[in-house]
Nanobody, 120 residues
Framework: QDRLVESGGGWVQPGGSLRLSCAAS????????MGWFRRAPGKASDLVAA????????YYTDSVKGRCTIARDNAKNTVNLQMNSLKPEDTAVYFC?????????????WGQGTQVTVSS
């Protein structure tokens, strides 16, 4: 059962924009913080952006600050990542992540990933 399904990846020229979307199902979406991670070829995964369960706080890694915006819609169980002024170094597989901390431990879900390629 796919609980997180990403879409919106593709090829774009440097300076272009993409909007990644993640549709969630099968869990209480509004309890989970949501994040976008990426894994570039030959590199470890890193967190790109994250947003709290009620959207009162967002985090961006330094390399995307000012270029990306994360937003969620708890009514639609979706989280989006708007990426502008894309650079070749943004090329990676982007993964959607859902995480919640219970007193008994941490629970999280991952999507399958969507490829983003930035090149001329």
């Amino acid at each position: 059962q796919d609980r997180l399904v990403e879409s919106g990846g593709g090829w774009v020229q440097p300076g272009g924009s993409l909007r990644l979307s993640c549709a969630a199902s099968g869990f209480n979406f509004d309890l989970y913080s949501m994040g976008w991670f990426r894994r570039a070829p030959g590199k470890a995964s890193d967190l790109v952006a994250a947003i709290t369960s009620n959207a009162d706080n967002a985090y961006y890694t330094d390399s995307v600050k000012g270029r990306c915006t994360i937003a969620r819609d708890n009514a639609k169980n979706t989280v989006n990542l708007q990426m502008n002024s894309l650079k070749p170094e943004d090329t990676a597989v982007y993964f959607c992540n859902a995480e919640v901390h219970y007193t008994s431990g941490i629970k999280n879900y991952w999507g399958q990933g969507t490829q983003v390629t930035v090149s001329s």
